[in-house]
């Protein structure tokens, strides 16, 4: 889950970290005080590299630095673009938008012409982007041969949560925010809310989500928990990283060659892959995985052309609102 980190509310404080940050960091002991030490000093490291990066960049240009504009922004991702992968582009973005907010000064990134510049780099690499393995429906049986007679806590809730994420489409953070006030039981069946989208669930995953509220009494506030290693379910909700391990459990419980790994994406993949094979349009798988473009349901499936297709539409429609 994305971090909190308070922002500097002092004048005096704050004036004097803006200077600081404006000069090459040696050491990550800055980057601890304006984060809070809430992030892992690898991280902390990464953070420093990517903005002594953007500080050199803007002192060869006679640029400020803090606050950035969104054109000098923009001129450095070209830059980096020219040697750097998506994901460093992405990473660069999220370093130059933490230092402005920690700050409370404009972020550059939120700009019309940053996201344009970074739309038009995932558009220019998509073909440097390794799509998630697909887990589906073959996959989720497979797994309840397996876990059905399950009574640990941990192989409980692990075959509850790959059944309601598939069925559901759910994103990662969807799985973490489920709480038991989002789930309604009917009969052999059960629904589920998401962002007021109501989802039918199977008889399987019904099942499987019942299994494991009645094993962990859990009654009120989130299904999804962490257990430790003495099988106590304690009261916060899996984290991203949680539900990652979830899935690459799958994976190894399944036998998979070592180069096939679910991710916490594969739900979303492998659905849109089964619902195509079935014979639904992209545009209903569309609405099924409620995604706000095509694009996205268009690469799970393979068809590449339409999501590009769908990648410029939405470039022309944003230079439209910028001019």
Excluded at 85 to 97: A, D, F, H, N
Excluded at 118 to 128: A, N, S, T
């Amino acid at each position: 889950m994305a971090k909190k980190i308070p922002i500097i509310e002092d004048d005096h404080i704050k004036q004097h970290s803006i200077e600081q940050f404006k000069s090459i960091a040696d050491t990550i002991e800055l980057w601890q005080q304006l984060t809070h030490r809430m992030y892992a000093d690898n991280t902390l490291v990464a953070f420093k590299n990517d903005w002594n990066m953007f500080i050199s960049f803007c002192h060869q240009l006679n640029q400020c630095c803090l606050p950035a504009s969104a054109d000098v922004t923009c001129r450095f991702i070209e830059k980096m673009a020219q040697t750097r992968k998506l994901s460093s582009l992405k990473r660069y973005i999220v370093t130059i938008g933490l230092v402005h907010k920690c700050h409370a000064l404009p972020n550059p990134c939120t700009s019309s012409d940053v996201k344009l510049a970074m739309f038009q780099q995932r558009m220019d690499k998509h073909d440097d982007y390794t799509q998630a393995q697909g887990f589906c429906d073959n996959h989720l049986q497979q797994l309840h041969t397996l876990f059905s007679s399950a009574t640990k806590p941990k192989d409980v809730r692990d075959m509850a949560i790959w059944a309601l994420t598939f069925e559901g489409m759910l994103k990662r953070s969807e799985v973490a925010a489920l709480t038991v006030n989002d789930i309604e039981f009917i009969d052999n069946k059960s629904l589920i809310t998401i962002n007021s989208h109501l989802i039918e669930l199977s008889e399987l995953a019904t099942e499987a989500v019942k299994k494991w509220l009645t094993l962990s009494l859990i009654e009120t506030g989130f299904i999804f928990r962490r257990i430790d290693r003495h099988d106590n379910i304690g009261d916060s909700p899996l984290d991203h990283s949680s539900i990652y391990r979830v899935f690459r459990r799958a994976s190894q419980e399944l036998d998979l060659p070592v180069d096939v790994i679910f991710s916490g994406q594969s739900p979303r993949v492998g659905a849109s892959q089964d619902l195509a094979r079935s014979g639904l349009s992209i545009h209903q798988i569309q609405t099924q995985g409620r995604w706000k473009s095509p694009a996205m349901p268009a690469q799970y499936i393979g068809d590449r052309g339409y999501r590009d297709q769908e990648l410029k539409h939405f470039a022309k429609k944003n230079q439209k609102d910028i001019d």
